[in-house]
């Protein structure tokens, strides 16, 4: 390894976070930042007693200072970046669907970089400053091991600025198009990798998406509720007789339905509008759906503001749950990472009392498989979701 490189040198409760096995050490625990300490990077890290630990990505102006890529003083270069992203790819192997995320940061060991396979192209964001440093040896890796025809970084996501990067979106190599066709299990969509949330789909509903089609009732009426591009409704159509899909963005409700004809689904209706003010509207109408999906954006952004969150995740649950018709199926989540499990599934208790209805609860899922989380790191599984159905 590069004798010179730059050490970071760290206190014995930062130590003990890595020998648990979470990969990040905060700007409390580094007492020695590295040489140089104003420049991000990959450097060595040494406990107080000059006890080598590994090597991390270093960021000067984050909270989190270190992330952990190896314990080994091996180099790090293209071929190493190559052959843990190559690993990545090996694990998702046999993944039914063209549209998948190859690399989950901290849930593949990776911290910071993620990674989304569009088809043929790709789609990155590199999320720290250290990583920054070695973004040309991330994207040599990124091409021999994906072999893909574009590599669009994302780099539009707010998370960046806490690291001092700039928020811009970048094509890095090849051409990747506005639009790009993917196949999920039966259904085919269209992911907009350019300007599309995320990184073009909420590829982290996945595995969810089909588990709900297989649970939709034959024949009957469907309602997905923050529908992005119907990803939901999708799978919803392909069994439902007919599909009510709202959103609030007409953006992502146009791409809707140039998707359901690319599927020739003709049962779907798109609309625009406030989910909450739609919900209360069809509640008083009386109306009732045999499966119906709520997918909202993450309500808690802060730790500050999970009181106010829950109460909005159960206005719209207690109300979704009144539409459900007898035997019906509700499949809920939230993808707030402040929303923990036991608060996700004590919000739906209380809306479940207060609904008036009997519901009981089928499956707890997580983000899809290539989103793993990882049981002690707490920032790999901010995705909840309960399959529910209403007893009567
Ligand atoms: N179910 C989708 C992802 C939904 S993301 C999928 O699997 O791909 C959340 C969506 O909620 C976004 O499309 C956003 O436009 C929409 N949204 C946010 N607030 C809303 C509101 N109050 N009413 C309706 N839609 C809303």
Redesign the pocket.
Known sequence: MDSDKAIATVTAKGAARWAAGHPWIYRSDVVAAPRGPAAPGIVRVQDRRGAPLGQALYSPRSEIRLRLLTPGDEKIDAAWWRFRIAACAARREGIPATAYRVVHAEGDGLPSLVVDRYGPFVVAQLLSAGLETVRDDVLTGLRQALEPQGILLRHDTAVRRHEGLPLEVEQAYGEVPEAVEVREGAVRYLAAPRHG?KTG??LD?RDN?VLVGEHTRPGGRAL??????G??ALHLARHAATVLA????AE?LARGARNASLNGLTNISWRE????DLLRALERAGDRFDTI?L???AFAKTRASLPRALAGYKEINLRAMRLLAPGGVLFTCSCSYHVHRADFLGMLGAAAGDSGRRLELLQLTGAAADHPEILNIPETGYLKGALLRAVD
């Open positions: 949330q789909a909420f509903q998406r997905d509720v923050f529908t992005y591009h990803s939901f709202v959103d609030q963005s992502a509008a406030n989910a909450f999906v997918d909202p954006p």
